[in-house]
């Protein structure tokens, strides 16, 4: 078996990175870096088993689209407003704390979108 090489990553005052695989070293500039994300959150969405945790997870189940995105709502106890989870099969979950006002603006922008696209089909 092959000894496992170690990705280093090593920032430099330049505003570049330096990212060593055994003997090898590169440095890349910010976006560089970006590029490579975008490409390993690709190919990541691509492999099992899934970043995206099961449902168990989420009561109720989290809501699914065909692109492998996921989204549920957590309750915080103790803090008012939700946490909005959304779940990309490249990155994982992200979650973000919503207080009440947001959550009022969240759903006014929503249904503002949505009125928006019924009137441009009609």
């Known amino acids: 078996m092959a000894e496992k090489k170690v990705v280093k990553f090593t920032p430099n005052k330049d505003n570049t990175v330096s990212i060593a695989l055994g003997r090898e070293e590169t440095k890349m ?3 560089e870096v970006t590029n490579i994300i975008h490409a390993l ?3 990541r969405q691509q492999m099992i088993p899934p970043v995206v945790a099961p449902d168990a997870v989420f009561s109720p ?4 689209h065909p692109t492998g995105m996921r989204w549920s709502t ?3 106890k103790g803090q008012s407003g939700v946490d909005i989870a959304i779940g990309h099969p490249g990155f994982g979950w992200l979650s973000m704390h919503q207080s009440p006002t947001e959550l009022k ?3 006014s922008e929503l249904l503002r979108c ?3 696209e019924t009137a441009t089909k009609q």
């Open 74 to 76: 957590l309750g915080v």
């Open 61 to 64: 189940p989290a809501a699914s």
């Open 41 to 43: 959150v690709a190919m």
């Open 29 to 31: 500039t910010p976006d």
């Open 114 to 116: 949505e009125q928006n």
């Open 105 to 107: 603006r969240l759903i």
